[in-house]
């Protein structure tokens, strides 16, 4: 069984047809030992005992009448608890009969107080109550329930007659609202020149807090590897060492953070340039989202270059090779170094020391990340 959506909230399985018609059955059996040889007049309460007394009547083996009620809550700026009746029934339906009412659900139980007063007016002989679920935590009265199909804890529940703003009735289980309790994380940057170690620390972040990773590089090595149209495009860029024009990367980008089940995102050479920055605060603000920090991994130039030199001879990524190191650093000072005074602008600018063991900068990253996480909690 699936997840349902209704009106954008979700919701899960909860009680299955099994539950429900076993529940039912006890309180056919139950409502038939209180009926002795007196036939029982029900008073189906509207909307939402609609399938559940239908389903009750084809189990109930005595004679019975059937009576259909309904009464509307306020749903007014104050939940006052007022309920109005909007279809009656006649008082000699009622008077000196056996009545049992059929609620759905008793929650506060303001609906059922209301119900007992308005018929208790019009003299029945008895007036039970049975109601196919119960929540007892909720539930601010002191009148019990005559008769319970099933209690259950305090959650909002939907189907077999039980709505959410009208949705769901139709549904043939019961199903539970989904409690959303995403934690998000911070959404943010990881940022230097070619050989910092981003990559790297991006893996082990991704890793240790379960957020996506968005490393542009290994996004355009993908579409080119798999030949798609933006690789295509882009590749004949990257073997030049120069960037990829923003439509493509934004085009890329944009596939991934529509996810809804991402946590947080690091992302890892992108953006490149101020521009860049411009466009994903644009594409992040469509989705609901925003940049929470850049943080910048410092490394000196003669140990980046030697970095990449090593890199380039391990034959990992045909890009590394003295002349085209040049040209990214030039880049990266001319085009790429003014997107911190961008975020700095925005007070999201952080600084780590990118010098010594991978561990040691993970956990410089990671100390970094929790202050602004705790930040944003506050
Ligand atoms: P009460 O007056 O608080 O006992 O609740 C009365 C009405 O609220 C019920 O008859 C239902 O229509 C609605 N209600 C209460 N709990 C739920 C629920 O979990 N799902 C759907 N409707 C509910
Ligand atoms: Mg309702």
Redesign the pocket.
């Known amino acids: 069984m699936k997840d349902i959506k209704l009106h954008g909230k979700t919701f899960e399985p909860y009680i299955t047809k099994e539950q429900i018609e076993a529940a039912i059955r006890k309180l056919s059996h139950e409502i038939e030992n209180y009926a002795k040889d007196e036939t029982i007049v029900f008073v189906v309460?509207l909307?939402?005992s609609f399938i559940f007394s239908a389903d009750l009547a084809k189990h109930y083996q005595k004679n019975a009448t059937f009576e259909f009620y309904r009464?509307k809550?306020y749903e007014g700026t104050q939940s006052s608890?007022e309920?109005k009746v909007l279809v009656d029934i006649d008082d000699q339906l009622i008077e000196g009969k056996k009545v049992v009412v059929l609620?759905?659900?008793?929650?506060?139980?303001?609906?059922?107080i209301?119900i007992i007063e308005e018929l208790g007016r019009k003299n029945p002989a008895d007036l039970k109550i049975a109601s196919l679920?119960f929540?007892p935590t909720?539930?601010t009265k002191n009148r019990p329930i005559d008769f319970v199909g099933m209690e259950i804890p305090n959650?909002?529940?939907?189907g077999y007659g039980?709505?959410?703003d009208e949705l769901g009735r139709n549904l043939p289980i019961i199903y539970?609202l989904k409690e959303e309790k995403k934690e998000k994380m911070i959404d943010f940057i990881l940022f230097g020149p070619p050989g910092a170690g981003k990559g790297t620390q991006a893996k082990i972040l991704k890793d240790k807090l379960g957020l996506t990773y968005i490393a542009t590089g290994d996004l355009f090595r993908h579409h080119i590897k798999n030949q798609t149209p933006l690789g295509k495009k882009a590749k004949a860029y990257i073997d030049k060492g120069d960037f990829v024009p923003d439509e493509i990367t934004i085009d890329m980008i944009k596939e991934i953070i529509s996810d809804p089940n991402v946590k947080g995102i690091i992302f890892d050479g992108f953006p490149r340039t101020v521009r860049q920055a411009e466009s994903l605060d644009k594409l992040m603000a469509e989705k609901g989202l925003i940049i929470d920090a850049l943080i910048a991994l410092n490394v000196p130039e003669e140990r980046l270059i030697k970095r990449l030199l090593n890199r380039g001879a391990t034959g990992e990524r045909s890009d590394d090779n003295e002349e085209t190191i040049k040209h990214r650093l030039d880049l990266y000072h001319q085009k790429t170094e003014p997107v911190k005074d961008y975020y700095k602008k925005q007070n999201k600018f952080y600084e780590v020391n990118g010098v010594g063991d991978i561990e040691e900068v993970n956990q410089r990253l990671l100390d970094v990340i929790n202050s602004i996480q705790l930040r944003e909690e506050v």
């Open positions: 309460v909307k939402g009464l809550s608890g309920v609620e759905d659900i008793v929650d506060t139980g303001n609906t059922l209301k679920f929540k909720a539930y959650e909002f529940i939907v039980l709505d959410y539970k």
